[in-house]
């Protein structure tokens, strides 16, 4: 993960994946969320344009 500034970070996925897991490092995780296209951010459980 590589921090981008104003609290947002950038990650690099593997193509062909379809869905991402984050986590918080202290045992807590979201579910599988779908993956939308690519330059987009997720906050609070919904995507938008970044």
């Known amino acids: 993960m590589t ?3 104003s609290g947002v970070y950038s990650i690099e996925i593997p193509e062909g994946a379809e869905y991402i897991i ?3 490092g202290n045992g807590s ?3 599988d969320i779908a993956l939308q296209e690519i330059d987009k951010i997720y906050n609070n459980g919904s995507w938008s344009n970044y």
Do not use: I, L, P, R
Request: aromatic share 22%; proline share 0%; net charge negative.
């Open 22 to 24: 984050f986590n918080d």
């Open 29 to 31: 995780q979201t579910s």
């Open 3 to 5: 921090y981008v500034g």
